[in-house]
């Protein structure tokens, strides 16, 4: 599966910024996708994830409140709309997929085999 990520910008404080995540060559129809961010000299950590299948999504607490998910199963496309933004949340975004995934495993990066190209979002104070 090859995933395509994009939507990054520059954004002001409290500004909003969707990013949206394309899958192709493979559907998500029985993985575990989710979004991870990089911010320079950090881990990557999990800001993002559940079923593609279905079911409820999972968010960090550092996002939870400000950042929805939603899916075009038509398009096989996950979205990540990015409210209320903070310089803290400036980082490179990536999607991630694993078929089959198990599902306790969804906050570890390792877990996943198949990785968008990440897209920058940076916050300007």
């Known amino acids: 599966v090859q995933l395509q990520a994009s939507g990054g910008g520059l954004v002001q404080a409290g500004g909003s910024l969707t990013l949206s995540c394309a899958a192709s060559?493979?559907?998500?129809?029985?993985?575990?996708i989710a979004w991870f961010r990089q911010a320079p000299g950090k881990e990557r950590e999990f800001v993002a994830g559940g079923r593609w299948s279905g079911g409820s999504t999972v968010f960090a607490d550092s996002v939870k409140g400000r950042f929805t998910t939603s899916k075009d199963r038509a398009k096989s496309t996950l979205s990540l709309q990015m409210n209320s933004l903070r310089p803290e949340d400036t980082a490179v975004y990536y999607c991630?997929?694993?078929?089959?995934?198990?599902?306790?495993?969804?906050?570890?990066?390792?877990?996943?085999?198949?990785w968008g190209q990440g897209t920058l979002v940076t916050v300007s104070s």
């Open positions: 991630a997929a694993q078929p089959r995934g198990i599902y306790s495993n969804l906050r570890i990066a390792s877990s996943y085999n198949y």
């Open positions: 060559g493979r559907t998500f129809s029985d993985s575990l």
